[in-house]
């Protein structure tokens, strides 16, 4: 499904994880919002997808089996419109649907990276584990 309802035909997967991410922050001071899948007794370490320079979101709040996907040239300029992001701005952003099988939703953002590493489910970890860009995406 798009965002306006109509069936899509077949988007562009940029990203996929079989692991439940869950919306774990958003700051409005930096405009990022983080989505955390957690370590559990399958995946000893946290996968996070960092969305910075968000403008606009659609979100539910836990995504099962997750893809990030585009959205075809109509809808990719809908969100921005209905964002109120100004026209000359408009090219540097990313505009990203969420799909799983838990729920649907958007983000429209300058960045997305997805980082492999740490254990600790809540906070910062020790400095000295090591984090890994496994996927990125730029506006």
């Given at each position: 499904?798009?965002?306006?309802?109509?069936?899509?035909?077949?988007?562009?997967?940029?990203?996929?994880?079989?692991?439940?991410?869950?919306?774990?922050?958003?700051?409005?001071?930096?405009?990022?919002?983080?989505?955390?899948?957690?370590?559990?007794?399958?995946?000893?370490?946290?996968?996070?997808?960092?969305?910075?320079?968000?403008?606009?979101?659609?979100?539910?709040?836990?995504?099962?089996?997750?893809?990030?996907?585009?959205?075809?040239?109509?809808?990719?300029?809908?969100?921005?419109?209905?964002?109120?992001?100004?026209?000359?701005?408009?090219?540097?952003?990313?505009?990203?649907?969420?799909?799983?099988?838990?729920?649907t939703g958007y983000?429209?953002?300058?960045?997305?990276?997805?980082?492999?590493?740490g254990t600790n489910?809540?906070?910062?970890?020790?400095?000295?584990?090591?984090?890994?860009?496994?996927?990125?995406?730029?506006?």
């Amino acid at each position: 499904m798009t965002i306006s309802g109509q069936e899509d035909a077949v988007p562009s997967v940029l990203f996929s994880s079989e692991r439940t991410f869950k919306v774990w922050r958003y700051g409005v001071g930096h405009s990022q919002l983080l989505l955390r899948a957690a370590p559990d007794a399958a995946q000893m370490v946290r996968l996070d997808l960092l969305f910075e320079g968000v403008d606009a979101m659609h979100l539910v709040t836990r995504y099962e089996s997750l893809e990030v996907h585009a959205f075809d040239e109509e809808e990719s300029g809908r969100i921005p419109e209905r964002s109120g992001v100004p026209a000359r701005w408009r090219s540097d952003r990313l505009v990203l649907g969420l799909r799983s099988r838990s729920g649907t939703g958007y983000v429209q953002c300058q960045k997305v990276p997805a980082l492999l590493g740490g254990t600790n489910v809540l906070g910062p970890d020790d400095p000295a584990e090591p984090v890994d860009v496994v996927w990125s995406l730029r506006g």
